[in-house]
């Protein structure tokens, strides 16, 4: 087993983040330590070879690249040392999953805060276990989120929650329901009025543009004491997430940047 001293800082934070987010590719990991995909490959490959990582193919992925999951003796490692040094040793440790926010958010966040740094920057990330918690100690236990971020831009920040609206709900749908199926349990725990959630947004991604379009009717119906942000799967997989792809009830058809949505600036334009 490798010893804790073979571990470089950039090997660490590789191994913490498997542990933290479950399975990971070369350019997932290539992305969070910010460096070049080759060095990351030869970075797993080489926490492969001593143990601490395993890896795997799906039958189904054409381009056939390897998926990396910390091994248990990584857990192993990853725990002593948190504890020696007196941190504390998050729940289910190496036993996490990727979610669809993870992908759509925090990753395309993380990546264009390498291109642009210094101007702007995700300041922290929680997965949904560790975002469920954060509820949890602020009395919001009913609401179930899928991420929490902080998105910091030109000396601006916003707090966020973000909700995936995982598409119609069952095998066999009308077609006149797919549109509104199961888009009311997205935001259903807002509906409870207090406390207030101590966010600046609460951003919902909305499967395809009927249902986005279902959604902000509902809340300009209906609205919440949570400012909602809504954008779509299609319009995150053609930009930036911080780029103008967010829209809140009853603006019309104008689109906001995440940065935009923060309390601070909304107050401004009144």
């Not at 669809?100 to 990330?125: I, K, N, V």
Request: aromatic share 8%; proline share 5%; with cysteine.
């Amino acid at each position: 087993m490798a010893g804790g001293r073979e571990l470089t800082p950039r090997r660490w934070r590789i191994l913490s983040f498997l542990a933290l987010h479950g399975m990971a590719t070369t350019s997932d990991v290539a992305v969070v330590a910010g460096v070049p995909r080759l060095t990351a490959h030869r970075d797993l490959t080489w926490l492969h070879a001593v143990g601490l990582v395993g890896r795997e193919r799906s039958a189904e992925d054409r381009a056939h690249a390897w998926w990396y999951r910390i091994s248990g003796e990584g857990i192993d490692l990853l725990g002593r040392d948190l504890a020696s040094s007196g941190r504390p040793v998050p729940l289910r440790l190496g036993r996490r999953y990727w979610g669809a926010a993870h992908y759509l958010l925090f990753l395309p966040l993380l990546e264009a805060s390498r291109q642009d740094p210094g101007r702007c920057g995700l300041f922290q990330w929680l997965t949904t276990l560790d975002t469920s918690v954060w509820l949890r100690e602020r009395g919001l236990a009913h609401l179930r989120a899928d991420g929490y971020g902080v998105w910091l831009e030109d000396g601006r920040c916003v707090r966020f929650l973000v909700h995936v609206d995982p598409g119609p709900v069952g095998e066999v749908i009308a077609e006149r329901e797919r549109s509104t199926s199961g888009l009311d349990g997205v935001l259903v725990g807002y509906r409870r009025m207090d406390p207030v959630v101590p966010v600046g947004a609460v951003l919902v991604i909305a499967h395809d543009a009927a249902r986005e379009a279902n959604l902000l009717a509902d809340l300009a119906s209906r609205a919440l004491r949570a400012p909602v942000a809504v954008t779509t799967l299609d319009l995150l997989h053609r930009h930036w997430p911080h780029e103008s792809v967010w829209k809140v009830p009853a603006a019309g058809t104008a689109r906001q940047r995440l940065i935009d949505l923060s309390p601070s600036v909304r107050a401004a334009r009144r």
